[in-house]
């Protein structure tokens, strides 16, 4: 099943697997109304109330190789970001930055699992499936309500 949710991101194709997300999709155009735990931490996760999702998802596919990078990104706490270097080095490869970058473009469950705190060299925003604009804006939020937290 595929569910809609609208976000200010644009909206966003959910699919499930009985209760278990197996995948996100930028751009969405069809889908079920959004009546899923799923829909409803996302809507949080945009209003800033929410900073870690904890509904099942399940990361289907990928070589070894990515699914070693998905796990690395998962472990992102909220509001942080590592670099593509960053991540290739914690995976015993240092020279595989591209690869990660290659690996974070196949992530299935963008949002939830965090591919856009992933950032190149210096912090420059680079790469994303889901556009820059959209990273951006996933970073603000994340940005925004971590210094609230911070400093009340």
């Known amino acids: 099943m595929q569910l809609l949710v609208d976000s200010p991101i ?43 999702f904890t509904v099942p998802v399940e990361l289907r596919g990928g070589s070894g190789f990515e699914r070693a990078v998905w796990a690395e990104i998962a472990a992102i706490p909220y509001g942080e970001m590592l670099t593509y270097g960053a991540i290739a080095t914690a995976l015993g490869d240092p020279g595989a930055a591209r690869a990660v970058g290659t690996a974070c473009h196949h992530n299935p469950v963008p949002v939830l699992v965090p591919c856009h705190r992933v950032v190149g060299a210096n912090g420059k925003l680079t790469g994303f499936g889901g556009g820059l604009p959209r990273k951006r804006k996933l970073l603000e939020l994340e940005a925004r309500v971590a210094l609230e937290r911070a400093w009340g």
């Open 10 to 52: 644009g909206p966003l194709g959910v699919r499930l697997d009985g209760t278990v997300v197996v995948g996100v999709r930028f751009g969405a155009t069809s889908g079920e109304p959004a009546d899923h735990p799923v829909a409803e931490q996302l809507k949080a996760y945009f209003a800033g109330a929410l900073t870690e």
